[in-house]
């Protein structure tokens, strides 16, 4: 079945195929692409593919009107039409009329009255180009871009969910917290426990993250739930303060009384495991109990601590599991079954896999059977399942490294996942206007929901699945794609957008808005769009600010952290906290110490803040290379998170660092520390740090005056043996023989394992920074010089342009290096980085580097 039907007259057919090559091959019907022998005869295109379309696309000309088997495709579309059953859209070639004129004769009466009926739709001016008729089109098409599959019952969770909100025999909780990993089907619950409740509702999903605030919410829900237009949202701005969370609640119970209900679901700004902001505990407390639940907040977070004892009254909390095994297996024969042609070719033994693989989590299981069922050979499914270990974490991530491999030769859309990692959510018009796609939009967002990577949220609107967004990171930061997205949102966010209709509802003005004022501030411009600069508040700096912090560009993302930081007093206490974390961490990269040292006094402060404030002390002697004072603040923030196993596992990897990093290092304590991280998390930055330290033990413990274990060649052997078995290692193991062959003296050796790692990696820069300081520490001069013109061309080539500013300050100190060895003036490296000239920089590069 073609959801697209294309009628059109045998003398225009080149003008159809054009547009067809515009839309995936199983969307559209064209006679002349069919395939089939025969299906040129009306009677089988009437019987077998017009009544199963969903919208007829008629290429309207003269040549139309004279074709006998168009005639009849038009009558009985036309009929479709008033049973509701096709939508109809004329594309008008020339300037032929739509409509029957005197004059003309009465033979073409037929087709006439059958336009006449479709044109009620719609249809184009005349001499429609090719361009624009493929944009209405994919205008049309794009609700087939949601991704359907059966779903998975879980009746007993529903029925607990619903007994858990149960107040009394008429009244339940007004609000709920439904915590559980990406993928379990949360929100599927939510609909199947509120369809038993009213039967027509519906749940309008919100994005927050921690940076949200209450008038953020309020005007979201205007524009999604009521469909409010930017005039009417921006009266809104004037008259409503910041933090009014009672036009929050007043605006939830005008959503149930239109009998519906929201769902707020926590988004990520960088990573999901950040609190939520507490003003959404005092709007709970503000929603009155009723025969339904107004309101629920869907997180991988479960509601814990004081906030639970708090809100224990108003605000259920519940948790939903994985899947066990034997469930999957049978949804899994369900998902076959739907997505492949052939589902009887599948034995027991890949059905397993694909459920061992999944470990749990339904969303995982859909995107690896609908991965799978397309491909015709079960070793193509062996290497995407490559991963055949049940931590989910690991297997998610070699999924990610396989669907993004796919798209080696799609630039389109690899730029249309970085740009939704930075601009989520966004408008499918908004894409096209950023990515600007050789192939239709639709073409290029359908081949990445086909692999899971990206979800259609509501009509039009995308983001990256949740599930495998965070594992996209690494596979997002290669030059030429990090140069790509700088212009284009300096592009994007000074595009307007066109509104077809005022009174549509729900027409997402303010998400498109919104889209514009992320890509502005990612930009690192000012330059907003005229509308945008009365939207902006305090909640979008914050979060553009940590996203630019992440992609070290600190001199950005310091200037708006700045900002929020003056504008901390509009934000409640857990995102006061975070605001202070990366206002700290921006001031520190910066070198404004003072400014860092305010924010860690103030979180010390306060109790509940005073392990973040461990941290970023740590993270400020380290910065400053104080590393016995570094040691000494990390193994306290240890103490102080060793009940939270996510910071710890941030803490452990510099803490090794800096012990390594002494003139006499603690091996032991190392080693304790790279196991105890080991053990918290198995990964490629853990075993590599425990590589790492075995490694230097051996080398340097002798000359550091510590005892070398009598079997540290076993230590070290097992050490690499595990990290060349773990499926994520790619080019870390090279990186450890490098500094082996450095260790031993054999630079050769060194620089060839680099290179190995590059060819391994090539979109990993930091491997290049490492390979030049290895050249430039080797103490020979060949290489000295050779890192030297390596460095200058580097610093040439428009591939590293947008990422050379984080790299810099560490590049010129290579270059300081490289220049002595090779018996120059340090002074040359004025030429190499001006840019740091500014507050004698330079001069303290300089002088490090000559002792």
């Not at 002349?32 to 077998?48: F, N, Q, T, V, Y």
């Not at 917290?177 to 379990?184: D, E, K, P, T």
């Not at 693989?357 to 062996?382: H, K, W, Y």
């Not at 490294?401 to 989520?424: G, H, I, M, T």
Request: proline share 4%.
């Amino acid at each position: 079945m073609y959801p697209l039907f294309f009628s059109v007259s045998q003398k225009d057919i080149e003008f159809a195929e054009q547009i067809w090559d515009h839309f995936p091959a199983d969307w559209a019907y064209l006679y002349s692409k069919s395939g089939e022998l025969g299906a040129h005869m009306w009677d089988e295109i009437a019987l077998k593919e017009l009544p199963k379309a969903k919208i007829i696309v008629v290429f309207w000309s003269k040549n139309f009107a004279t074709s006998g088997g168009c005639v009849k495709e038009a009558i009985q579309a036309a009929k479709l039409y008033r049973n509701g059953t096709l939508k109809p859209l004329i594309i008008r070639l020339d300037d032929y009329p739509l409509f029957w004129r005197e004059g003309m004769s009465d033979d073409l009466r037929p087709v006439f009255d059958a336009v006449r009926v479709l044109a009620d739709y719609r249809a184009t001016e005349g001499s429609c180009t090719a361009d624009m008729a493929s944009r209405l089109i994919a205008r049309m098409a794009e609700p087939f871009l949601h991704s359907d599959h059966p779903r998975m019952p879980r009746h007993d969770l529903v029925r607990a969910l619903r007994h858990a909100m149960q107040l009394d025999k008429f009244t339940l909780a007004p609000s709920c917290w439904i915590s559980g990993f990406n993928g379990v089907g949360r929100e599927s619950i939510i609909r199947e426990v509120n369809r038993d409740l009213a039967p027509n509702a519906l749940g309008a999903v919100i994005e927050v993250n921690e940076t949200t605030l209450p008038r953020q919410l309020l005007l979201r829900i205007e524009s999604e739930v009521f469909g409010r237009d930017l005039d009417y949202l921006s009266g809104m701005i004037e008259s409503i303060d910041e933090n009014d969370v009672d036009s929050v609640v007043s605006a939830i119970e005008r959503v149930f009384e239109s009998g519906n209900y929201l769902i707020l679901r926590h988004g990520r700004v960088v990573q999901e495991e950040v609190e939520l902001p507490e003003w959404l505990d005092d709007v709970a407390k503000n929603l009155k109990p009723a025969s339904r639940p107004k309101l629920y907040i869907v997180s991988q977070m479960p509601l814990a601590g004081q906030r639970l004892l708090k809100n224990r009254d108003v605000l259920v909390a519940f948790r939903v599991p994985t899947v066990d095994e034997q469930q999957l297996t049978e949804f899994c024969n369900q998902l076959i079954g739907y997505f492949d042609f052939d589902p009887h070719r599948w034995p027991d033994s890949e059905i397993a896999r694909l459920v061992k693989v999944a470990a749990g989590n339904i969303g995982f299981l859909v995107a690896l059977t609908r991965s799978a069922s397309r491909m015709r050979d079960f070793e193509q499914i062996e290497a995407m399942l490559a991963q055949e270990d049940d931590r989910i974490a690991e297997a998610i991530t070699v999924y990610v490294r396989w669907a993004f491999l796919q798209l080696k030769d799609y630039p389109d859309e690899r730029k249309l996942l970085l740009f939704l990692n930075n601009v989520s959510p966004c408008h499918v018009l908004d894409l096209d206007i950023a990515i600007r796609p050789r192939r239709s939009i639709l073409r290029v967002v359908s081949r990445l929901v086909d692999l899971g990577l990206v979800e259609r949220e509501t009509d039009e609107i995308y983001r990256l699945t949740p599930l495998l967004a965070n594992r996209l990171n690494r596979e997002l930061i290669q030059p030429e794609l990090v140069k790509w997205i700088d212009e284009a949102q300096r592009i994007f966010c000074s595009q307007p957008f066109e509104v077809e209709s005022k009174t549509q509802e729900g027409g997402h003005e303010l998400v498109r808005l919104e889209a514009r004022i992320q890509a502005a501030l990612l930009s690192g411009g000012d330059g907003l769009p005229g509308a945008a600069k009365l939207f902006v508040s305090a909640a979008h700096w914050f979060q553009a600010g940590i996203r630019l912090y992440h992609a070290s560009k600190w001199k950005h993302a310091y200037r708006l952290l700045r900002k929020a930081y003056e504008s901390r007093g509009q934000f409640r206490d857990a995102s006061r906290l975070e605001i202070d974390r990366y206002f700290c961490l921006a001031a520190t990269r910066m070198r404004k110490y003072p400014e860092s040292e305010e924010c860690i006094a103030r979180l010390n402060r306060d109790a509940r803040s005073k392990p973040i404030a461990a941290f970023l002390q740590a993270d400020l002697y380290e910065y400053r290379r104080q590393f016995l004072e570094a040691i000494e603040a990390y193994n306290l923030a240890l103490d102080l998170n060793s009940d939270k196993d996510r910071r710890r596992e941030f803490i452990y990897r510099p803490l090794i660092r800096c012990i390594l990093s002494t003139r006499s290092p603690d091996f032991r304590r190392a080693e304790v520390v790279a196991k105890s991280y080991v053990n918290l998390k198995r990964t490629v930055f853990s075993l590599i740090s425990l590589a790492r330290v075995y490694l230097h033990w051996k080398y340097r413990g002798v000359q550091a005056g510590r005892d070398v274990p009598v079997d540290i060649d076993l230590l070290i052997k097992q050490a690499f043996r595990d990290l060349e078995s773990y499926p994520g290692a790619n080019a870390a193991p090279f990186e450890l023989y490098a500094e082996e062959a450095e260790f031993t003296g054999d630079f050769t050796a060194a620089l060839e394992n680099m290179d190995q790692a590059i060819h391994m990696d090539p979109d990993r820069f930091q491997l290049r920074v490492v390979r030049w300081r290895l050249m430039a520490g080797s103490g020979r001069r060949e290489f000295a010089e050779q890192a030297l013109r390596e460095l200058d061309a580097a610093k040439l080539n428009a591939r590293f342009e947008a990422i050379w500013s984080s790299y810099v300050h560490s590049l010129a100190e290579t270059y300081v290096r490289a220049l002595l060895a090779s018996g120059q003036r340090a002074a040359l490296v004025n030429g190499f980085a001006p840019e740091l000239q500014q507050n004698g920089e330079l001069g303290r590069i300089i002088s490090q580097s000559k002792h």
